[in-house]
């Protein structure tokens, strides 16, 4: 099992920033990934941006310019998002994920909420 803590969230203005953060432990270990997802009422879940343990990003085409994700700690188990220029689109709940790549399981965090509003 691994268990994923989130921080971070809240509510911010437009144009502001804002930073998440997502602490996996337990059984993670060898090949695996970290993700940030997002869901606004009414819509999908969709990917944000996610990390492998070597280092590889990917984002989602439309954030790529105003979000940043990065891991650190040990073993790189701990990832952050930093959200800038955030618009009021980008309130969501988001949710942060961990795969173990070989065994292909998911886990998923609780989820924090982003409100982006003046």
Do not use: H
Not at 53 to 78: E, P
């Amino acid at each position: 099992q691994v268990q994923l803590v989130e921080s971070g969230g809240g509510l911010v203005q437009p144009g502001g920033s804002l930073r998440l953060s997502c602490a996996a432990s337990g059984n993670f270990f060898g090949p695996r990934s970290m993700a940030w997802y997002r869901q606004a009422p009414g819509k999908q879940r969709e990917l944000v941006a996610s990390i492998t343990n070597t280092g590889t990003t990917n984002y989602a085409d439309s954030l790529k310019d105003r979000f940043t994700i990065s891991s650190r700690g040990n073993n790189q188990n701990t990832i952050d998002l930093q959200m800038d220029s955030l618009e009021p689109d980008d309130t969501a709940v988001y949710y942060c994920k961990a795969t173990l790549s070989l065994a292909r399981a998911d886990f998923w965090g609780q989820g924090t909420q982003v409100t982006v509003s003046s």
